[in-house]
């Protein structure tokens, strides 16, 4: 996900992991987009939002992330994961559970 600014990026982490939508969201420093939106090219400065979680929990939180993001449409993507360590993933699929 990106977000606007680090403050609105602190926000969208913290709900996620409180409400137990990923174990784990890290938020990289700013950089800059330069995307095309509504017929026009803009250029912005975004954070960059990374949020670990289950498929399970993917449907979830892109409700949450989409009733507090500043945006009109939010970058909600999901990534494959091929390959993880076992105890890694073990821990991440224990923090996810339980909401």
């Given at each position: 996900?990106t977000?606007s ?37 803009q ?16 449907a ?13 449409t ?26």
């Open positions: 996900m977000a600014e680090a403050v609105e990026a602190t926000r969208i982490a913290e709900l996620l992991v409180d409400k137990k939508l990923a174990a784990c969201v890290q938020i990289l420093p700013e950089m800059q987009s330069i995307y095309f939106w509504k017929g026009e090219v250029r912005d400065r975004e954070v960059l939002l990374l949020a670990k979680t289950t498929r399970a929990k993917f979830e939180l892109e409700r949450e992330v989409r009733a507090i993001h500043s945006y009109e939010p970058e909600i993507i999901a990534l494959p994961v091929v390959e993880g360590s076992e105890a890694y993933l073990k821990w991440l699929t224990t923090s996810c559970e339980g909401s």
